[in-house]
Nanobody
Framework: QVHLVESGGGLVQPVGSLRLSCVAS????????MGWYRQTPGKERELVAY???????NYTDSTQGRFTISRDNADNTVYLQMNSLKPEDTAVYYC???????????????WGKGTLVTVSS
């Protein structure tokens, strides 16, 4: 059984920063890539960044240069440092274990409750 707990969300002003955390239980963490997704009402979840179990990272065009994903395998934790936040970054953020094949991230069907990020003045 995989259990994911996201935290660190909140209300932040534009150009501010937040650091999200996700703790994963179970033995899957060290074997898996980890992704951060976000979702807004009425839209599908979108992948914003992933990190392989060897530390290779990838970002979308909208998060490249502003977000940084990292992981601590000893603590089964993945982080998302978000800088220069914009109102369009407002969403519920979720972490997700998965695998990367030829640069494409494939998430597994494990989800936590997410953490809400609101960027507003």
């Amino acid at each position: 059984q995989v259990h994911l707990v996201e935290s660190g969300g909140g209300l932040v002003q534009p150009v501010g920063s937040l650091r999200l955390s996700c703790v994963a239980s179970g033995n899957i963490f060290s074997l898996s890539a980890m992704g951060w997704y976000r979702q807004t009402p009425g839209k599908e979840r979108e992948l914003v960044a992933y990190i392989t179990n060897s530390g290779v990272t990838n970002y979308t065009d909208s998060t490249q240069g502003r977000f940084t994903i990292s992981r601590d395998n000893a603590d089964n934790t993945v982080y998302l440092q978000m800088n220069s936040l914009k109102p369009e970054d407002t969403a519920v953020y979720y972490c997700n274990p998965g695998t990367v094949i030829r640069g494409t991230y494939y998430g597994m069907r494990y989800w936590g409750k997410g953490t809400l990020v609101t960027v507003s003045s």
